[in-house]
């Protein structure tokens, strides 16, 4: 059971907006930045989303984070087909604890 | 740029001790870093083990800290990972990762490609 909520799976197909959600409450997401990982099949997560909505260079402006009160959302706009992974967004917890959601599938149909 | 790549035991009987080092290359771990452990059950999510800065500090998670050692060994530029008392549930591909910190934002960036860890007698 994971700390933050995601849904388990979200799809779309080419070139349309998707959004992911991730709820918290005030002991993480409502008092915290929230941070989003991409994970491609087999590798590794990759930072994808920093201090609620920056890019990290490289980072395609396809990709934007938006956070209010104890929620957050990840948007995926203009979809393309190596877009598909799993996507898990993170925050801190006044618990002293890293916590994260448990991913969301995003297969691009 | 920084690079992250863990090494160790890829198969440990139950009761034993998971042990797994990180080393860093590209940077000093010597640097205004945290370093981190994250594991990833097989089909499952993310859930972070703990950290450590080159000073020795740590901070782990409450619900494995009975369990966890991490250390850090700045003369070979490396860090470590000891989970004692495995069980299968310790299965896991096991990351490291550094912790940038920014004023009060920190995140993982970069990641190790990742090692599987099989708790199995």
């Known amino acids: 059971q994971s700390v933050l909520t995601q849904p388990p799976s979200a799809s779309g197909t080419p070139g349309q907006r998707v959004t992911i959600s991730c709820s918290g409450s005030?002991?993480?997401?409502?008092?915290?930045?929230v941070y989003w990982y991409q994970q491609l099949p087999g590798t590794a997560p990759k930072l994808l989303i920093y201090?609620?909505?920056q890019r990290p260079s490289g980072v395609p402006d396809r990709f934007s984070g938006s956070k209010s009160g104890s929620s957050a959302s990840l948007a995926i706009s203009g979809l393309r087909s190596e877009d598909e992974a799993d996507y898990f967004c993170?925050?801190?917890?006044?618990?002293?604890?890293?916590?994260f959601g448990g991913g969301t599938k995003l297969t691009v149909l | 740029q920084v690079q992250l790549q863990e090494s160790g035991p890829g198969l440990v009987k139950p009761s034993g001790t998971l042990s797994l080092t990180c080393a860093v290359s590209?940077?000093?771990?010597?640097?205004?870093?945290?370093w981190s452990w994250v594991r990833q059950p097989p089909g499952k999510g993310l859930e972070w083990i703990g950290e450590?800065?080159?000073?020795?500090?740590?901070n782990y998670n409450p619900s494995l800290k009975s369990r966890v050692t991490i250390s850090v060994d700045k003369s070979k530029n490396q860090f470590s990972l000891k989970l004692s008392s495995v069980t299968a549930a310790d299965t896991a591909v096991y990351y490291c990762?550094?912790?940038?910190?920014?004023?009060?934002?920190?995140?993982?960036?970069?990641w190790g490609q990742g090692t599987l860890v099989t708790v199995s007698s």
């Open positions: 590209g940077g000093s771990i010597s640097s205004s870093n945290w």
């Open positions: 201090r609620n909505n």
């Open positions: 990762a550094r912790v940038v910190v920014q004023d009060l934002a920190s995140w993982f960036d970069p």
């Open positions: 005030s002991s993480n997401i409502g008092s915290n930045y």
């Open positions: 450590i800065y080159h000073s020795g500090s740590t």
């Open positions: 993170a925050a801190w917890d006044v618990s002293l604890s890293r916590v």
